[in-house]
């Protein structure tokens, strides 16, 4: 039995200035508190290898201090001889920012169509990628067919991609990718991939696509926005036996900061009164939540500052103020 943990989309340096002008509880370390937490999980869940699905940091071009913050952590993970397989992003253009700590042999990058090698006594996978593609509809044939030709003949093939595939959902409203340039046909997906650990959609979900392969979306690592409001975060542990030919799945939750948005009223109070609102409905709220303030109007938003708001919510808050349509 071989034990594979797989999570993605941590967006590592998102809301994370390095020069701050307002002092308030951003919400950059959540993203790096969850990461670690991940990592941290992997000896007591005897986890044998990690595979991240994409997005390791939230843009292409990031500063050097979170490339540090960033790599310090992979190296000190790769430490402990768990192995770790990170496809690039569309986030980081493909290209993960380079280190000479990416060379540690418990590193490895699909940085290229490749596939590498694992075993474990007796039970080997081959975990073939690539990274993001776009236009990846008339791609995928022919990239995939060249990892196919690499794959041993008693190892278990699961495919690791960053892409968007047909019929994965997304959003609250459970939107469906249909077929598109830029979006995988779920009919592609087929032997000899016995599963595909896909990163890039946000939300957590798994399904078999008309080619009869299971499809594993862990979602990101932490919610990037208020789309993502009622979405529980993790990752997946993948239990594979290869002698059986199986894979079963748990997913595991990480905890997240508490999302809350507060509509106001359209009456035509004063500005006093109406932080007077403010201030009561932040009350009512965990301290430490994330909160979005809807205006109901552009009068009542000529009343409104983010610095009078934030001088009314507790300083734990993150609190962002939403401009009316218009």
């Known amino acids: ?42 000896p007591e869940l005897n986890v044998d290898l990690v595979v991240h699905g994409g997005d390791l940091f939230f843009r292409s071009k990031v500063p050097g201090h979170i490339i540090d913050m960033v790599y310090d952590r992979l190296l000190a993970f790769a430490g402990k001889g768990v192995p770790l397989y990170i496809v690039p992003g569309n986030h980081e253009r493909s290209v993960l920012p380079p280190s000479i700590w990416l060379n540690h042999p418990n590193i490895q990058i699909f940085d290229t169509p490749r596939v590498f090698h694992f075993d474990k006594g007796e039970a080997a996978i081959d975990l073939a990628g690539f990274p993001f593609v776009r236009d990846v509809e008339s791609g995928y044939d022919p990239i995939t067919a060249g990892l196919a030709a690499q794959l041993r003949p008693d190892a278990f093939p699961l495919l690791c991609i960053h892409q968007l595939i047909e019929g994965a959902a997304v959003g609250p409203t459970g939107y469906q990718f249909r077929r598109a340039k830029d979006i995988i046909p779920s009919g592609s997906l087929t032997s000899p991939w016995r599963g595909v650990l896909c990163g890039h959609v946000h939300r957590m979900q798994v399904f078999e696509s008309r080619g009869g392969v299971p499809v594993y979306i862990p979602g990101s690592t932490e919610r990037t926005s208020f789309a993502e409001i009622d979405e529980t975060k993790g990752y997946f542990l993948l239990d594979i036996d290869p002698s059986a030919g199986t894979m079963t799945h748990e997913f595991v939750p990480l905890s997240s900061r508490p999302m809350v948005r ?65």
């Open 1 to 42: 039995m071989v034990r594979l943990l797989f999570f993605s989309d941590s967006h590592l340096g998102y809301d994370y200035p390095i020069k701050p002008r307002i002092d308030r509880n951003r919400r950059g370390m959540d993203f790096f508190d969850n990461f670690d937490t991940v990592l941290q999980n992997v």
């Open 262 to 326: 507060i509509s106001l009223t359209s009456s035509g109070e004063s500005e006093e009164l109406l932080y007077s609102q403010i201030r009561h409905r932040l009350s009512q709220i965990p301290r430490d939540a994330v909160v979005k303030i809807d205006a109901a109007n552009k009068k009542q938003l000529k009343k409104l500052s983010m610095e009078k708001i934030r001088a009314v919510a507790p300083e734990t808050m993150d609190v962002q103020l939403k401009y009316p349509p218009g």
